[in-house]
């Protein structure tokens, strides 16, 4: 079972208690680091483990790149995503509309008003760490749970944890955090000749 395009997307929620987020904000961008990730259907008890890495632009501008067990890419361009599998020779490609952007909090990153509107936010420090829990308002959307890890003294995230109404579970790790200039064209994707598109 892989999960959907939505519920990748839904991952990267990286919104967090409104004292935190412009912190996060401010560092992220420009960065790259390493990320694994580790997706436990619901019923299962071993999750499935990828990894890669991940480039931080204006964001909420990214790129993820995975390189094991298969290589795929994901790209975010603040408007249009492209979720690409080589192996398949196919690109998702998805226009996030007002309405779509309420199943993927993470847009919420820059605007306050909206992440308060969406979440209640609870935020605890745990050791060195900044914990925040972010309860979706909205009982019929995707995502049930948002869990944030931050480091107290950089802001960069650590981890980002949810879990979806149905029951499936994901936990994204992020680490080796340095200075990266991203092209020009790193957050927009043209699929190689002979890739199917899917517009979704």
Known sequence: MKPSLLLFLSFLTLSIHAAEIDKVSAVL????????????????KKP??????VLFGALPQMRWSYSSPEQKLFVYDGNKSWFYVPADKQVTVAAIDAQRRRDLPFLVIGDPAAREKAFTVREQPRGSSIVTTLTP????????????????STHLIESVEYT???????????????????????FRFTPPAGVQQIEQ
């Open 137 to 152: 308002r909205d009982a019929h959307g995707l995502l049930a749970a948002i869990v944030v890890t931050s480091s107290a």
């Open 29 to 44: 961008a420009g960065k790259e680091a390493s990320f694994t990730q580790r997706f436990t259907p619901k019923g299962f």
């Open 48 to 53: 499935q483990v990828e990894s890669g890495k």
């Open 164 to 186: 979806d109404r149905q029951g499936n579970r994901t936990v994204f790790e992020l680490s080796g955090y340095h200075p990266a200039a991203p092209a020009p064209d790193a």
